[in-house]
């Protein structure tokens, strides 16, 4: 049985070419300024040679001092030329990347927008974060420092070589041959440690993740006296960041040393060699100086080349993580759909809806219910029932696997993601909040809210009067410095999904963070302000559900019982139980 070859992967710097439109002459120009300056610094070394051999002559007779200025002149124009051409090449590779990085962030950005919820289910935060952070730096200093720095080294390795052997091919022999050998090794040793540099960008992803994850939770962390523990797990990610760390930048460290060494021995080399031949009148002491000169050189370049392709490394690996991460499958494109509600009612059918998040295992059988404009449907159910699953449906953050959900008749698969959620309004169990006044995190995307229908909204959900004692009420900006509890936060939240005008709302146990009274004034404010709205409403207090038109009643994804408060609870079944036992509990 023939074995199926895996896709080979382009590499990093290959998937970075598109990154290169609008660059590519000025790259081209900067390359031509490398080629420049670098010409420029080994002809130096030729000139030496041509002011050394007319002060030897002139030692033993009269010094040609025009000839010697005149050298020394031209010396010094090429000189400044090529360090006009050297800053130009610095500096259009230092725009470059810093352009580069601001376009693989902005595609970071609107990859996010395209990832299904799926992706985040499966990968932490902390992981996501650090792409977006850790590794657009990394891979934009590494670039910087590196890319620049690798033209320019190997033209002006070429061209010491080149003018080495021009001048003597003896000497440019033993010259090369001292460093060469270092450099070699040097390449083995930059081979083996590129897997080090992964694992590195990797152990700091999981530092990341785990900082992100235990700082968030902190308030659980110390109730449970897991401080120690959390120390210790810490220990072990910093540990084992340290440990690549500290192998990359040994393997790292070593190369720059190696080739300073390499570079002096073959500076050594060629000085009790030159001086034999100079003895013997094959050379000229010019030669000599020339060429103690090109060995400086030469060996800059590979000490250079070293350090860079360490870089190199560490901008491939971090590259290859946020390519990989480009490269995630996204949510299907939907551009070529049209709007579909004109004059949206609000009334949602579900016809034998099959769904599972892994394709082998179906959470949600067969579902099927109707919800009428205006209506109150509560869905209710253990853990793990299948509540949450049946609003991301609903919502369209997954696709289902068969079956039809429609909103006013119309398949919500005919429907593009933003047409379906400006159909909701939400709350959800976790509140966010950004930094911004409180009526802007009100109105949030929202447009011609007046201030009196906001202060409608607060009132109704009894957040008015706490407003009102902020010291810049609704101007309040919200950040580390305001302290708010969970529950004003969600009765925040709560006023922002009244005030977005859609015909259905969802409620994801909305009121689970706040005390039986302010629950209480919450579902009587929302009862007056849900007429005319199809709601869904997710609770794990059956007490505040009683009202509702429809109650769905899940087990194991599948709907066992539905009707009011009063059929389920005539039917004796699950729900009763599941309310009598709740009730028995808030007697105790």
Known sequence: MAKVQKEKKPSAFKQMLPYTKGFRFALLFALLAAVVSSVITVIGPDKLSEITDKITAGLQGNIDIDGVVSIASTLAVLYAIGSLFSYSQTFIFATFIQRFSQRLRS????????????????????DTLSRVTNDVDTAGQALNQGLSTIFSSVVLLIGSIFMMFRSNVTLAFVA??????????????????????????????????????????????????????????????????HSSMWKSQFFSGIMMPMMQFMGNFAYVMVIVVGAQMAVDGKITMGTIVAFMTYVRIFSQPLSQLAQAITQMQSANAAM????????????????????????PKGQVDFQDVFFGYNPDKTI??????????????????????????????????????????????V??????????????????????????????????????????????????????????????????????????????????????????????????????????????????????????????????????????????????????????????????????????????????
Not at 196 to 214: D, H, P, R, Y
Not at 367 to 393: D, R, S
């Open 107 to 126: 595609d970071i950005t609107q990859k996010i927008a395209r990832l299904p919820l799926g992706y985040f289910d499966s990968h932490s935060q902390g």
């Open 176 to 241: 090369l041959g001292t460093v060469f050998g270092g450099f070699l090794l040097t390449m083995i040793i930059m081979a083996s440690s590129q897997p080090l540099f992964k694992k590195q960008q990797n152990n700091l992803s999981a530092v990341t993740g785990f900082a992100e994850e235990i700082y968030s939770g902190h308030n659980v962390v110390t109730s449970y006296n897991d401080i120690d523990k959390a120390k210790a797990e810490f220990k072990v990610l910093n540990d084992n960041l």
């Open 320 to 343: 290859g993580r946020v390519f990989e991460f480009l490269a995630e499958e996204e949510m299907l494109d939907e551009s070529a759909k049209t709007k579909q509600l004109q004059d």
């Open 364 to 409: 949600i059988h067969d579902f099927t219910a109707q919800a009428k404009p205006g209506q109150k449907v509560a869905i209710v159910g253990p853990t793990g029932a299948g509540k949450t699953t049946i609003v991301n449906l609903l919502m369209k953050f997954y696709e289902i696997n068969s079956g039809k959900i429609a909103i006013d008749g």
């Open 411 to 588: 398949d919500i698969k005919d429907m593009t993601r933003d047409e379906v959620h400006d159909q909701f309004s939400m709350v959800l169990q976790d509140t966010w909040l950004f930094e911004g006044t409180i009526k802007e995190n009100l109105i949030y995307n929202q447009e011609q809210i007046t201030d009196e229908q906001v202060i409608a909204a607060a009132k109704a959900v009894g957040v008015h009067h706490f407003i009102t004692t902020l010291p810049k009420g609704y101007d309040t900006y919200l950040d580390d410095s305001v302290t708010l509890s969970v529950g004003q936060k969600q009765l925040l939240t709560i006023a922002r999904a009244l005030l977005k005008e859609a015909p259905l709302l969802i409620l994801d146990e909305a009121t689970s963070s706040v005390d039986t009274r302010t629950e209480i004034l919450i579902q009587e404010a929302m009862d007056k302000l849900m007429e005319g709205r199809t709601s869904f409403v997710i609770a794990h207090r059956l007490s505040t559900i009683k009202n509702a038109d429809l109650i769905l009643v899940m087990k194991d994804g599948n709907i066992i019982e539905q009707g009011n408060h009063e059929d389920l609870m005539s039917q004796n079944g699950f729900y009763a139980d599941l309310y009598n036992s709740q009730f028995t509990e808030e007697v105790a």
